[in-house]
């Protein structure tokens, strides 16, 4: 059964940062694509990050490019989202994601709020 669990969510002022983590379990994790997605309230589900098991292919948002970085810890099965230089803007539910092929899987989310 495939697991997913984000942690690391919070408030923080603008300008501040926050790491997120996503906990994977249930599957191998190799040859897979791990993302991270976000929504805000009353918008769409939109791509942030995502980067390939292996460390490499990793792909931003044009909206978070140069503060966010994502990274993938092959022998936790965890992968990151470092958030700097938080905007209101990012204020949002984060979700991670899997991708196996045809098949994709989703954690709960965790809260980031940005406000001061």
């Known amino acids: 059964q495939v697991q997913l669990v984000e942690s690391g969510g919070g408030l923080v002022q603008p300008g501040g940062s926050l790491r997120l983590s996503c906990a994977a379990s249930g599957f191998t994790f190799s040859s897979v694509v791990m993302s991270w997605y976000r929504q805000a309230p009353g918008k769409e589900r939109e791509l942030v990050a995502s980067?390939?098991?292996?460390?490499?292919?990793?792909n931003y948002a044009d909206s978070v490019k140069g503060r966010f970085t994502i990274s993938i810890d092959n022998a936790k099965t965890t992968v990151y989202l470092q958030m700097n230089s938080l905007k209101p803007e990012d204020t949002a539910v984060y979700y991670c994601?899997?991708?196996?092929?045809?098949?994709?899987?989703w954690g709960q989310g965790t809260q980031v709020t940005v406000s001061s």
């Open positions: 980067v390939s098991s292996s460390g490499g292919n990793r």
């Open positions: 994601y899997v991708a196996r092929g045809l098949l994709g899987s």
